[in-house]
């Protein structure tokens, strides 16, 4: 398996807006919608390949933050990961940790002083135990709700 960071050509782009497809079909994020061309340009994007096959991408961009936070000053850099996706059937296999840890080291390398993310998952304590327990994420913040 081979982890690379991707230049985002037209052939690649629409692999990731199949993938998208595939995932929103899946119906596994609240409000989750197939990527379009808007969705991807500009962005980093990370894959995870075996034997010439995508087998997940990780893509996001780098922001600056607005305003002080608990987390950061105003004017810090960070990388916010937009998306992480793995092909259901290498799901549960390390793919996914693999393809964070390698997005995470070039990112360490480049100074990059934060990673951020939001989750829209379905699956609430499989995605938290995926960053929490598998990625050494820090948890921030929760937006929860209740229908009544």
Known sequence: MRFFEAELTEELEKELIRFSADWEAEDSCRGYRANTHEDLAGRRVFLAEEDGEIL?????LRETAEKRSTVMD?????????????VPERRSQGVGRKLFAFAEDVLREEKMPYLMLGTAT?????ILHFYLDELGMTFWSARLFKKL
């Open 56 to 60: 997940g991408y990780l893509f996001g």
């Open 74 to 86: 105003a004017g810090t850099d960070y990388f916010e990961l937009e998306e992480i996706y793995v």
């Open 122 to 126: 379905k699956n609430a304590r499989a």
